[in-house]
């Protein structure tokens, strides 16, 4: 009988004990396989395999045969390919003819036994049969596993190797060397190995301890190799191998080790390790591997997972891919892993919030049992639903977004009972403000999806559920006629309806798990348009309890339903956030809001048009995209009714995004011509129940789609004409400025085909439109201003039929030809005539005179492009010319040389600016004979701006008048200079807030056209920040917000007036202040740094509350983000401390510093900037400031810095202390003087009083006159010296007061035993101590 095999450390050990136990199978004569040639090596290898395969299965544990395959296997990397194929094949072929070998022995044993044979021979030789195979079954392992090893080595330090594997799989025949499948079919055999039944093989139930440790050993390296868990084979074989070592032979305790190890080490590793736990239970019915690996989770530490964040991380993973494969497993045990959730880990808390949501929605899914187990089941599912809710408070972020995402898988599994959705709505809801970016985003996409799968319908307009709940209350009563319905006016409670087995719920999922399967995730099928009408008779559900249930189902519906409609101002200012997941998820939570019909999702969705405009490329792609979702259908027709009753009921922002959108769908061609036929079809109401509006709601989008391709209006001029200017537009009077926008987006070529066939009657409708009163009043400015627009842009001499216009207007108003008349009034100082004038037509005369005005500077700018544009078209045609005709060229560069030389080209261009330059001063100020039609008009407006009292009396007039004088300002500059003056008295004055906004908004114009002009005028313009009316102050942040930022107005001392709208009273002024901050702070070097040591200086002087100059500085200070400027402005601030006295700059000083974000380098240099601040630490408020920025920097400092620090703050301390101490006794001081200083002042005052009794005395009643007089005196001068005290310390006021009156008292003369009492008095008065003076004088008076 050979000697038993026993496991070594290495392979190498074989050798090293060849002689220390004869009783041991180990190496004897291993052969030099290096030194033989690849012939002799070969024939080598051919002579082991045939040993193998010729002789018995046992013969390798023949001292012989196991030498030489010692000797291959150990030399395995040095050989050919064909060599590795023979001898792992005939070691392979081998174990796998001996394992069944094996498992018949030991049945045929164990057999034997049971018969009871009483044969010791026999027994004896079943024993040597055991042992042989128990040896070979280990020899055979052991090689294997170690050409496994070495294989793997070698391709892993040789990547050329690794690339060969690969190519060869593809070219060499199956017979062939193909590592990856023989790496399969070795370690599948080792895996089979183990499952057949070793316990008579090894003796005990249990296999050799020290073979299960080889086997795990080196099972749980093979997990380390990446590429080796790439083959599905070996991954398979080795998790087969663990699962099967762990849970059938009980070595838990050291595969729970090594998986540990390995999930803390490997992210790659933990899918596969929940594979092998997972098998092992699902195999053998046995989760000890499961539960013990949870208990050592939940045994460890959590503060230990804050430092080891990628094991936390593996960790968490391997938790939530366990409960996915072993629910029911893990939910038993869950009780192990709850007190994590107090832990400072949050990937720990992520992970455990996964946990519950696989369990919530797998683990209570069976409804086999018993009552009380169902019961304890659902309780437990009710407790984990509770955790969850309330881990969407958790203080990290990340957890929170978790949370809100395990929700939305639980909705989308239908996990989610009814009685709990409107909390987790509720809770969704308000998560929505949440201050992170991505809990936001989880926010959404959970409310998403509970629109989705929710299970009351699929429409959830709060009218139609009101409307069937009473019809089902009604009907209740009627059921119950006896008993009063409990509850059933009130919501019902989660109770009665969150069980998860309860009627409520399967009646409710099974009816809605019908609907939901209609229900698509696009957003394209509609439901019909008006509230659902309900019929008088509902539908019989059944008895009373089903009714019941019902109403209750109905009510949740209702509130879920009044809970989206409550978001919906929320979502309209995500809509306005930064960050482009907030919009982008918005706006698909919006477009499934319309699609279930929520109440105020419609409105909220034209509001999205505005972000067309965005710069950030999602965004816009988002609007486009739910833009064509919704409005864009395959039915021309209904795609042509929805544009237009979008473009008739939106405001003039969202006619600006829509026309934005629009150009772009119609560039792409998303717009088909068949909806433009549509849209005309509407025009010209060729559908059936057309209105007037929905005709003008079609040519606005005509005209929107025209401005990127004006052919679109080409084909139906005449219509335009008779329809827009009919008599449809009497009926609807905004069709004819529809109708003009239409003119002005013609063609060149549509505009000559209009002249020429209808040129006349088109001029003398606009001329009647703009002249004549058809028009109500409140449309008329719009519609005259289009219309004069029109004129300029198709009638070939404008200012002619303009000029025409000026005069009919003025016809109108004065009733004569406006010359000498006009000039009389304007200079008569009654104003009668004014007074009397009719004021609609006087304002319309004003609007068309200055928008006149402004058409011909636009005009006259117009016909210079034109001229710069034949220009540069001649230049090009000639350079073109020039290429062509070679010889030419040498003469065209001599003529070019020449012309620059001469400067003919500069004064062409000269010659050009002068006569524009003449032709715009020629609108108002004329020429050399003298004023023009508008010139005239000029004089008489601003008169009449100028008399307050008629402006006052006719307010409407006013608007007019200043809107006028504002455009005749932009025009010309003299007119502009004359007349600043009354332009800013009048928007600082004028009592109505339009005429302040216009003004306001003027006043940007101008700063533009006139820059020089208004520049002496900056600090009037920044008042307009203050002024009382909401919005004026909008329209003057917006005007200097539009001036700044475009760098047509210098930042000046002023800006923090700006900054003084951060906390403006109105959300929409401090948010569009905001935004300009924002935008500044991306200009440049940031100007926020350079401006904030002034705006500083100038808020702490404003009549500020403390927690609106915090709020302003903290966002200020929070656009800086460069650490240079951070540390510029520590050395900014502090110099600042030694020019300022007041406390109140101090402390905001002090502040602003520690709102600084600190680094090194600005904490050194506000320890070197000491001196600056020393004489501050006095007050209390300062030194807690400094004492924040101490606690802020020993957060971040090194050792050595933080002791710096330390010192720094024991210095801050003592120095608070003692300047502390020294301005109290000051104050002492001062104090005490002063008392000393009114205590003289009173002895000397009662020394010329006594003096004054004494002469009263001996003199007699003759001098007793005198003697008052002297008293007299006497008192105006104490008097006079109670004032000098009072003035010279304020804090004694209290105690002066009352010696004052002691004083007075002497002054009246007594009898003339008075004498010698107040010598005594004087005499005591000056040996007492001056507190006990007063203290005496006080109890006196109260006396």
């Known amino acids: 009988m050979a000697p038993h095999f026993v496991f070594p450390q290495t392979l190498t050990s074989l050798e090293e004990d060849n002689g220390s136990d004869s009783t041991k199978l180990t190496v004897q004569k291993p052969f030099p396989i290096s030194s033989l040639r690849p012939p002799e090596l070969e024939e080598f290898v051919k002579g082991v395999s045939f040993d193998l395969s010729d002789k018995e299965l046992f013969c390798v544990e023949e001292q012989e045969v196991f030498d030489r395959v010692y000797s291959l296997v150990k030399g395995f990397a040095g050989l050919s390919l064909g060599c590795k194929f023979n001898l792992v094949e005939a070691l392979r072929s081998n174990f796998s003819v001996l394992l069944p070998n094996v498992d018949s022995l030991c ?189 050592e989770i939940g045994r460890a530490n959590p503060k230990g997972y804050v430092k080891d964040s990628v094991g936390a991380e593996n960790i968490g993973r391997f938790l939530v891919e366990l409960a996915d494969r072993l629910p029911k497993l893990l939910s038993t045990n869950i009780g192990l892993l709850v007190p994590h959730f107090g832990g400072e880990s949050y990937k720990i808390r992520n992970a455990l919030v996964g946990v519950l949501g696989k369990l919530i929605a797998k683990a209570f899914n069976d409804v086999e049992g018993e009552v009380n187990s169902k019961s304890i089941r659902l309780r437990t599912k009710q407790a984990m639903l509770e955790i969850l809710l309330e881990r969407c408070r958790d203080i990290s972020a990340y957890t929170r977004s978790r949370v809100l995402h395990v929700w939305s898988e639980l909705c989308e599994e239908h996990s989610v009972s009814i009685g709990l959705w409107n909390e987790v709505a509720a809770v969704a809801s308000g998560r929505l403000e949440d201050k992170s970016a991505i809990v936001r985003k989880s926010a959404l996409n959970l409310l998403i999806m509970m629109l989705q799968h929710n299970p009351f319908g699929p429409q959830l307009r709060a009218a139609s559920f009101e409307a069937t709940l009473e019809q089902y209350k009604k009907k209740l009563n009627e059921l119950s006629p006896k008993g009063p319905l409990e509850n059933s006016d009130k919501p019902s409670s989660d109770n009665d309806v969150s069980g998860g087995e309860s009627g409520v719920e399967n009646e409710e999922f099974e009816e809605d798990s019908k609907n939901q399967d209609s229900l698509t995730d696009s957003c394209v099928a509609e439901v019909a348009d008006g509230a659902v009408q309900v019929e008088s008779s509902v539908p019989d559900v059944g008895n009373v309890e089903q009714t019941r249930t019902l109403v209750a189902s109905l009510e949740a519906g209702l509130r879920f339903s009044k809970c989206m409609s409550s978001v919906m101002p929320t979502l309209v200012q995500l809509m306005a956030s930064s960050s482009s997941s907030d919009v982008e998820n918005t706006i698909l939570l919006l477009m499934r809001c319309r699609q279930f019909q929520i109440d105020g999702s419609e409105d909220c969705l034209r509001k999205m048009l505005p972000l067309a405009f965005s710069q950030d490329k999602s965004i816009y792609e988002a609007v486009e995209n739910a833009f064509i979702t919704i409005y864009i259908r395959k039915n021309p027709v209904e795609t042509a009714r929805n544009l237009l009753n979008l473009a008739r009921d939106s405001n003039i922002g969202d006619l600006a995004s829509l026309e934005f959108i629009l150009g772009a769908l119609v560039s ?128 070939p001499t404008p200012e002619a039929i303009a000029a025409d216009l000026v005069k009919t207007s003025l016809k109108s108003v004065f009733n004569s030809s406006g010359g000498s008349e006009l000039q009389t009034d304007i200079d008569s100082p009654s104003p009668n005539v004014l007074a009397s004038m009719q004021v609609a037509k006087l304002s319309r005369y004003l609007f068309v005179v200055s928008h006149v005005a402004m058409n011909q500077l636009v005009y006259i700018e117009s016909c210079l492009r034109k001229v710069q544009k034949a220009k540069a078209k001649k230049e090009k045609m000639d350079a073109e010319n020039k290429k062509l005709d070679v010889n030419a060229e040498f003469d065209a560069q001599m003529d070019d040389g020449i012309s620059s030389e001469l400067g003919l080209a500069a004064s062409e261009d000269a010659m050009l600016d002068s006569l524009v330059e003449r032709a715009e001063k020629e609108i108002i100020s004329g020429g050399s004979t003298g004023k023009n039609l508008i010139g005239h008009c000029a004089p008489f407006l601003t008169k009449l701006c100028r008399n307050f009292s008629l402006m006052q009396k006719y307010p409407a007039l006013q608007a007019s008048g200043m809107l006028a004088l504002c455009r005749l300002m932009i025009i010309d500059a003299e007119f502009c200079e004359s007349n600043l003056q009354l332009l800013f008295t009048v928007v600082e004055n004028a009592p109505s807030e339009v005429v302040r906004s216009n003004c306001t ?299 004052d009156d002691e004083v007075q008292s002497p002054f009246i003369p007594q009898r003339g035993a008075s004498k010698s009492t107040m010598k005594k008095t004087s005499i005591k008065s000056e040996n007492i101590h001056p507190d006990t003076s007063i203290r005496r004088n006080t109890r006196s008076k109260r006396r």
């Open 668 to 795: 792409k061609g998303d717009i088909t011509a068949s909806m433009l036929s549509a849209l005309w079809d509407f025009f010209c109401f060729n559908i059936d129940g057309t209105t007037a509006q929905q005709c003008r709601g079609a040519l606005s989008v005509l005209c929107m789609a025209a401005k990127a391709s004006p052919s679109i209006l080409s084909s139906h001029l005449q219509d335009i004409v008779d329809i827009g200017f009919g008599r449809w537009a009497k009926v609807e009077p905004l069709l004819a400025r529809t109708a003009c926008s239409a003119l002005q987006r013609l063609s060149e070529e549509d505009k000559k085909k209009l002249l020429s066939t209808n040129g006349n009657r088109v001029f003398g409708i606009l001329e009647y439109l703009i002249s004549g009163f058809s028009i109500p009043e409140n449309i008329w400015y719009a519609a005259a201003d289009t219309a004069i627009a029109a004129l300029y842009i198709i009638h």
């Open 107 to 295: 049945r045929r044993v164990s057999l034997s036994r049971e018969e009871g044979s009483d044969e010791a021979d026999d027994d004896q030789l079943a024993a040597d049969r055991v042992a042989s195979h128990r040896n070979a079954f280990k020899i055979y392992s052991f090689f294997l596993v170690h050409i496994v090893l070495i294989e793997e080595s070698s391709l892993g330090s040789t990547n050329n190797a690794a690339k060969g594997v690969v190519y060869g799989r593809k070219k060499q025949p199956v017979n062939s060397w193909n590592w990856d499948a023989q790496r399969g079919r070795i370690l599948s055999l080792i895996a089979n190995s183990l499952e057949i039944n070793l316990s008579l093989l090894f003796g005990s139930c249990d296999p050799d301890e020290n073979y299960l440790s080889f086997i795990v050993k080196n099972g749980f390296s093979m997990f380390e190799n990446p590429s080796l868990l790439k083959d599905p084979d070996a991954k398979d074989a080795l998790c087969r191998i663990i699962g099967t070592c762990a849970t059938k032979y009980h070595y838990i305790t050291q595969s729970c080790a090594s998986i540990m190890h390995l999930i803390h080490k490997y992210d790659f590793v933990v899918t596969h390790l929940v594979d092998a736990v997972a098998g092992a239970e699902k195999k053998y019915t046995d989760g000890s591997l499961a539960t013990t690996l949870i208990r």
């Open 1001 to 1299: 908004i003027a006043l940007g114009d101008l700063a533009v056209r006139f820059p020089n002009l208004l520049e002496p005028w900056t600090e009037n313009m920044y008042a307009r920040l203050r002024d009382q009316s909401v919005s004026v102050r909008k329209n003057a942040v917006l005007v200097l917000s539009h001036l700044i930022l475009n760098d047509m107005m210098k930042v000046k001392g002023y800006i923090y007036e700006m900054a003084m709208r951060l906390e403006d009273e109105d959300d929409r002024v401090a948010n569009l202040a905001k935004l300009f901050f924002h935008e500044l702070s991306k200009k440049g070097n940031n100007p926020v740094y350079n401006l904030l040591p002034d705006i500083l200086g100038k808020l702490s002087s404003q009549n500020l509350n403390g927690e609106s100059f915090c709020n302003i500085m903290q966002f200020l200070i929070g656009s800086i983000k460069k650490d240079k400027q951070m540390e510029a402005l520590v050395e900014k601030l502090c110099n600042r401390f030694t020019g300022v006295a007041d406390v109140r700059q101090w402390e905001c000083i002090s502040y602003c510093l520690s709102q600084l974000a600190f680094t090194e380098k600005s904490m050194k240099k506000l320890m070197e900037s000491f001196k600056t601040y020393e004489h501050v630490l006095s007050e209390d408020i300062v030194t807690e400031h400094f004492r924040n920025i101490i606690n802020k920097g020993k957060k971040f400092a090194k050792p050595e810095l933080k002791a710096i620090i330390e010192e720094f703050e024991e210095k801050i301390d003592k120095y608070h202390n003692e300047k502390k101490e020294q301005v109290l006794t000051e104050k002492n001081a001062q104090a005490h003087q002063q008392k000393v200083n009114n205590i003289e002042s009173f002895v000397a005052t009662k020394k010329e009083v006594d003096e004054s009794g004494e002469s009263e005395i001996t003199e007699g009643e003759v001098e007793s006159d005198n003697s008052e007089e002297e008293a007299k005196v006497l008192h105006s001068n104490s008097k006079a010296t109670r004032s000098r005290t009072r003035s010279e310390v304020s804090s004694e006021v209290t105690e002066l007061e009352l010696e």
